[in-house]
Nanobody, 116 residues
Framework: QVQLVESGGGLVKPGGSLRLSCKAS????????MGWYRQAPGKERELVATITSDGSTNYGDSVKGRFTISRDNAENTVYLQVNSLKPDDTAVYYC??????????WGQGTQVTVSS
C-alpha cells in the first residue's frame, strides 16, 4: 500500500508563498506520475499541476505562471512551489500518485489559507 504524506500548508497573506511537499512510501515513486489537486469549500476538486515520470509538467489555467511542480526521485518527494498567492487559492491541497499500472493513490491533504 502506497502512503502519501503532505506537508507545508498554512496561513499566508495575499502575495505570499509556500512550498508544499508530498513524500511517498514506496520506491515505485520514480516510475509514477504525480500531481497536486485542490478542493475549496463548496467546490469540486480541481487540477493544480501534474508531473510525469520523465518530468513533463501540466498546470491548471488558474495557477499557470505562479505555481511550480517538481519532483525528487531520490527522496520519493514531489513539491509544489506556490507564489503570488490569492484568496481564491484557499483550499485543501491533495497529493496524487498514479502507478505505471494505473493504480491511483491520494494523500490526506494539507490546508492552504490565503488571508490578510
Amino acid at each position: 500500500q502506497v502512503q502519501l504524506v503532505e506537508s507545508g500548508g498554512g496561513l499566508v497573506k495575499p502575495g505570499g508563498s509556500l512550498r508544499l511537499s508530498c513524500k511517498a512510501s514506496k520506491i515505485i515513486f520514480r516510475l509514477s506520475a504525480m500531481g497536486w489537486y485542490r478542493q475549496a469549500p463548496g467546490k469540486e476538486r480541481e487540477l493544480v499541476a501534474t508531473i510525469t515520470s520523465d518530468g513533463s509538467t501540466n498546470y491548471g489555467d488558474s495557477v499557470k505562471g505562479r505555481f511550480t511542480i517538481s519532483r525528487d526521485n531520490a527522496e520519493n518527494t514531489v513539491y509544489l512551489q506556490v507564489n503570488s498567492l490569492k484568496p481564491d487559492d484557499t483550499a485543501v491541497y491533495y497529493c496524487n500518485l498514479i502507478t505505471p499500472l494505473r493504480k491511483e493513490y491520494w494523500g490526506q491533504g494539507t490546508q492552504v489559507t490565503v488571508s490578510s
